[in-house]
Nanobody, 123 residues
Framework: QIHLVESGGGSVQAGGSLKLICDASTVTFASCRMDWYLQAPGKERELVSS???????TYADSVKGRFTISQDNTRNNVYLQMNDLTTADTGTYYCAAHLWTPGQVCPPNPGYWGQGTRVTVSL
């Protein structure tokens, strides 16, 4: 059964750092891309960063230079290192997986989501 489990959230002061972890072991062999999304209070969920099976990464403009997405050698875990946090980074962070469909390109939208981990950044 596929499930994604996020951890590493918490409360931090502005300027601080957190490292989020997504246990993606149930999709290691089936995923072509993994994402981190942020849903800030009262806002739509938005893509923060992504990493493909081959290690190519993308970042939202708001986090470039501050956040780093990575995956371990086994691809069981996906990480989001968040530095120089601001209050705008507050919200729930979700890990999401894009899974291969035989004969198809990697789907543009994720098909599986974790339950999220809460990040609160205070002044």
């Amino acid at each position: 059964q596929i499930h994604l489990v996020e951890s590493g959230g918490g409360s931090v002061q502005a300027g601080g750092s957190l490292k989020l972890i997504c246990d993606a072991s149930t999709v290691t062999f089936a995923s072509c891309r993994m994402d981190w999304y942020l849903q800030a209070p009262g806002k739509e969920r938005e893509l923060v960063s992504s990493i493909t099976r081959d290690g190519a990464t993308t970042y939202a403009d708001s986090v470039k230079g501050r956040f780093t997405i990575s995956q371990d050698n086994t691809r069981n875990n996906v990480y989001l290192q968040m530095n120089d946090l601001t209050t705008a980074d507050t919200g729930t962070y979700y890990c999401a997986a894009h899974l291969w469909t035989p004969g198809q390109v990697c789907p543009p939208n994720p098909g599986y989501w974790g339950q999220g981990t809460r990040v609160t950044v205070s002044l």
